[in-house]
């Protein structure tokens, strides 16, 4: 690796921590990155790198927001256990399941996900300290659970995911939405990299120098959505998401097409 390839890999994590600590969606950046400097490494080494260096900007957002922010920790603590324990399960259905059926599936929520939220102006943008009803902490286990094992298994989109489920059906505003999606993938993203770092499958030195350039960008995208609010995440989610359908469409449309 020479100092163009590395400079574009800590580029690369800088914006994807950036972005992820804003709303999700830094594997949009990181992942691409990796395989096009490190093109003849295996797809699970790069997915377990991509894990290490983004887990530790996801955790320093998480204390960061946990620090400026009221979170929700009855809803949160319980997704976050789930989170944890089927990320692993999540990770080891890697070499198992096949990952290409996911794709139309998560094209088709993004979509869905997205124009809700653009169509609903003021969804997300006020105040929201959720009321917990009898039953939301188990809920909030079920979310965890499910977006845990995804975030394992395939990934792309699980911050935003989570993001949209808490501002949805707990009734919390994207602010403080968003910082407890990071608490959660934080524990997905922990239980992942336990299962490819186990497996042989991280490239350590890469994957170190990445983290620290993923914290400083963690860093600068926790403070701007605490300085600008909801209503700047909301954006943010809008954009990512929208980039995320994108890239999934012409995985499904455009690459079969390019190879014809």
């Known amino acids: 690796m020479n100092l163009i ?18 709303v999700g969606g830094g594997g949009l950046i990181q992942v691409p990155a990796l395989f096009s400097v490190l093109p003849q490494a295996a797809p699970a080494s790069i997915f377990g790198t991509n894990k290490l260096a983004s887990i530790f900007g996801t955790a320093s957002a998480a204390v960061r927001y946990a620090r400026r922010i009221d979170v929700p920790w009855r809803l949160v603590l319980p997704a976050a256990i789930s989170g944890l324990l089927c990320g692993y399960l999540g990770a080891m259905a890697v070499s198992m399941l096949p990952r290409d059926w996911l794709r139309p599936l998560i094209l088709a929520l993004l979509v869905a996900v997205t124009a809700y939220t653009w169509f609903h102006k ?48 707990f009734g919390m505003d994207f602010l403080r939405a968003s910082a407890s999606a990071k608490i959660i993938n934080a524990g997905s993203n922990l239980a992942a990299l336990l299962y490819f770092g186990t497996q042989g499958h991280v490239l350590w030195w890469q994957g170190g120098v990445m983290a620290l350039f993923n914290i400083a960008g963690a860093l600068v ?3 701007l959505a605490l300085a600008r609010g909801a209503g700047f995440v909301r954006k943010a989610f809008l954009l990512v998401a929208s980039l995320l359908i994108l890239k999934f469409a012409f995985d499904i449309f455009g690459a079969p097409l390019a190879l014809n």
């Open 221 to 223: 995208g926790a403070n």
């Open 122 to 169: 003021d969804f997300g943008a006020r105040d929201g300290i959720p009321r917990l009803r009898r039953g939301d902490a188990a809920w909030a286990g079920l979310l965890g659970g499910v977006l845990g094992f995804y975030d394992g298994f395939f990934g792309p989109g699980t911050g935003s995911f989570l993001v949209f489920a808490f501002v949805r059906l």
């Open 5 to 22: 390839e590395l400079s574009l890999l800590l580029a690369a994590a800088f914006v994807a921590g950036l972005i992820d600590a804003v």
